[in-house]
T-cell receptor, first 113, second 112 residues
Framework: DVKVTQSSRYLVKRTGEKVFLECVQD?????MFWYRQDPGLGLRLIYF???????EKGDIPEGYSVSREKKERFSLILESASTNQTSMYLC????????????FGPGTRLTVT | GENVEQHPSTLSVQEGDSAVIKCTYS??????FPWYKQELGKRPQLIID?????GEKKDQRIAVTLNKTAKHFSLHITETQPEDSAVYFC???????????FGQGTRLTINP
């Protein structure tokens, strides 16, 4: 079974703090993704990576950065957390080619106060 | 780029009835259309998908239809059961790309 794990299920941070969210997958997938999920807005792509050290901006990259130093690990960084970044963050992975199926992590609910 | 619109945003049906969720996409180069189900407090999981060379696909009580000319696809759930209550997301991907574009989601509630 594909397993995608995220470092925290719940996180509470203060405005201005630097926040790290980590995602690990064990299926040797090339692609990894970070989404933000808000009610009524669906799954919005923040960043994705199709290889180690490679990254591409998604639809809402402002205020976020990412790091992928190892194939199995993809980190999302909030340089200076703000209250409008309070949300559910979902990581996903998929393999290259035509399978396209994305496997999601359990999510991190981040609250910025 | 690709844009996916999903309707309705909420849907409530009686147990045993059918439910239909519809999505439209903008880019005719899209060739893969999955549906994900997210139960309360859980992660989204793929339940069915269809490729552009197929018009319909069934898996027990769920089916997906694709109309390439009109650029829309639909999820059909028959004989609904309480465990079908969840948020459903449609998505599309352009051939050669690696990222899915998701619709806004539909919250389906099955009333006993």
């Amino acid at each position: 079974d594909v397993k995608v794990t995220q470092s925290s299920r719940y996180l509470v941070k203060r405005t201005g703090e630097k926040v790290f969210l980590e995602c690990v997958q064990d299926m040797d997938h090339e692609n990894m993704f970070w989404y933000r999920q808000d009610p009524g807005l669906g799954l919005r792509l923040i960043y994705f990576s199709y290889d180690v050290k490679m990254k591409e901006k998604g639809d809402i990259p402002e205020g976020y950065s990412v790091s992928r130093e190892k194939k199995e690990r993809f980190s999302l960084i909030l340089e200076s957390a703000s209250t409008n970044q309070t949300s559910m963050y979902l990581c996903a992975s998929s393999s290259h080619g035509t399978s396209y199926e994305q496997y999601f992590g359990p999510g991190t609910r981040l609250t910025v106060t | 780029g690709e844009n996916v619109e999903q309707h309705p945003s909420t849907l409530s049906v009686q147990e045993g009835d059918s439910a239909v969720i519809k999505c439209t996409y903008s880019d005719s180069a899209s060739n893969y259309f999955p549906w994900y189900k997210q139960e309360l407090g859980k992660r989204p999981q793929l339940i069915i998908d269809i490729r552009s060379n197929v018009g319909e696909k069934k898996d027990q009580r769920i089916a997906v239809t694709l109309n390439k000319t009109a650029k829309h696809f639909s999820l059909h759930i028959t004989e609904t059961q309480p465990e079908d209550s969840a948020v459903y997301f449609c998505a599309a991907i352009i051939q050669g790309a690696q990222k899915l574009v998701f619709g806004q989601g539909t919250r389906l509630t099955i009333n006993p």
